[in-house]
């Protein structure tokens, strides 16, 4: 069975400082693994995506992920937070082998202050 | 862009009622997927569905169903609204069936069940 665990609840960040959001993942195969963020009252939207190759992938509004297989994790970073990154953020694992379903961590509200 | 549009933003409803959540997609996606996401739980997938009158059971589909009669439109069904269906409902479509798509999200339907 595939699993997420986003470890944190909330986290705060200082605006200016580096941001992390921790992602730790199961499946039985090789992983696709996705980050979403969630502005108030919207819709999930997508970030980024690892699904082979260089681990460390880079997305949307300067965000960047890094894949380490032997942890299996798949933490969110960002050099620099801004105070609109603050937003409730989900992990998710689909198992390259298994069924077409995309499986997603509890979330993560990360509060950037000013 | 893809839009992904859920054809009502807050939805109130009585015990026992039949409710249609409705979502239609305008980018020919093949698939389509309707979500609940609840404080603590992250995202469940309700159901889904890989093409037209095609419909696969998710993680919960217990007192849920769908319909798919046209490629871009994906219904959810409760046949007897209950007070633990009070949810967000989270509409997704993606392209492809290589399992590494990004999905494209509704801006949800918060519906409440008295």
């Known amino acids: 069975a595939q699993s997420v665990a986003q470890p944190e609840d909330q986290v705060n960040v200082a605006e200016g400082n580096p941001l992390t959001v921790k992602c730790t993942y199961s499946v039985s195969g090789n992983p696709y693994l996705f980050w979403y963020v969630q502005y108030p009252n919207r819709g999930l939207q997508f970030l980024l995506k690892y699904i082979t190759g260089d681990n460390l992938v880079k997305g949307s509004y300067g965000f960047e992920a890094e894949f380490n297989k032997s942890q299996t994790s798949f933490h969110l970073k960002k050099p620099s937070a801004l105070v609109s990154d603050s937003a409730l953020y989900f992990c998710?694992?689909?198992?390259?082998?298994?069924?077409?379903?995309?499986?997603f961590g509890t979330g993560t509200r990360l509060t950037v202050i000013p | 862009d893809v839009k992904v549009t859920q054809s009502s933003r807050y939805l109130v409803k009585r015990t026992g009622e039949k409710v249609f959540l409705e979502c239609v997609q305008d980018?020919?996606?093949?698939?389509m997927f309707w979500y609940r996401q609840d404080p603590g739980l992250g995202l469940r997938l309700i159901y889904f569905s890989y093409d037209v009158k095609m419909k696969e059971k998710g993680d919960i589909p217990e007192g849920y169903s769908v319909s798919r009669e046209k490629k871009e439109r994906f219904s959810l069904i409760l046949e007897s609204a209950s007070t633990n269906q009070t949810s967000m409902y989270l509409c997704?479509?993606?392209?492809?069936?290589?399992?590494?798509?990004?999905?494209?999200f509704g801006s949800g339907t918060q519906l409440s069940v008295l």
């Open positions: 998710a694992v689909r198992d390259m082998t298994g069924a077409n379903n995309l499986f």
């Open positions: 980018m020919d996606h093949e698939n």
């Open positions: 997704a479509s993606s392209r492809g069936h290589q399992g590494n798509e990004k999905l494209f």
